[in-house]
């Protein structure tokens, strides 16, 4: 039931010096870092990583969004994670995320919005939804000696 999942704190995220304060949030709650790196893709990888996206018509906005800086991307590791950690990040809109999301603390704006000014909804963070998109996106961002299994506190309390 341990499992791992990839997040990207988005170049808006890094911009805003929100790194940290995300951070945080998982390593609070006991989940390790596995993996992590700074990277600033460019369009092909931006198309590999969200070619579920492509097609649609806010693939220019989300584009322009993810290729505008560097991305912190982080494989993190706990027990049925994949889902706590999406709970954690809130709804992709963060004008309808829940206060104490992620998304919901610290953004506001609205797909009306966004559409209307033709932008990529700017919200922060990136999580994988599914095992097998965890599975595959971590194999996308990362080389498997990027990837350490060690002891961290939690090993002995929280568990
Ligand atoms: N996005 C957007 N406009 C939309 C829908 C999505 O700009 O109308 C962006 C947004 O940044 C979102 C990303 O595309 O996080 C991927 O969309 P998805 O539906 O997979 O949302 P997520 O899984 O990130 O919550
Ligand atoms: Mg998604």
């Given amino acids: 039931m341990i499992q791992r999942t990839l997040i990207l704190i988005k170049p808006d995220g890094v911009q805003r010096c ?6 945080a949030r998982f390593e609070d709650a006991g989940m390790k870092i596995v993996g992590m ?3 600033w893709v460019d369009k092909d990888f931006a198309k590999e990583h969200y070619y579920e996206h492509v097609e649609k018509s806010f693939y220019s906005g989300l584009e322009a969004v993810i290729t505008m800086g560097p991305v912190v991307a982080v494989v ?19 004008k309808s995320a829940e206060p104490g999301t992620i998304r919901g603390d610290y953004a506001h704006v609205s797909y009306g919005y966004a559409d209307q000014e033709g932008l990529g909804i700017k919200n922060l ?9 965890a599975k595959k996106e971590i194999e996308l961002w990362f080389d498997q000696k990027e990837i350490h299994s ?8 929280l568990y």
Wanted: charged residues 30%; glycine residues 6%; proline residues 2%.
């Fill in 125 to 133: 963070i990136h999580a994988s939804d599914s095992e097998k998109s």
């Fill in 150 to 157: 060690y002891k961290t506190v939690h090993d002995v309390h």
């Fill in 18 to 23: 929100l790194s940290g304060k995300i951070l």
């Fill in 76 to 94: 993190l590791e706990g027990v049925e994670a994949i889902a706590k950690v999406r709970k954690m990040v809130g709804s992709t809109e963060p």
């Fill in 37 to 39: 790196k700074m990277v």
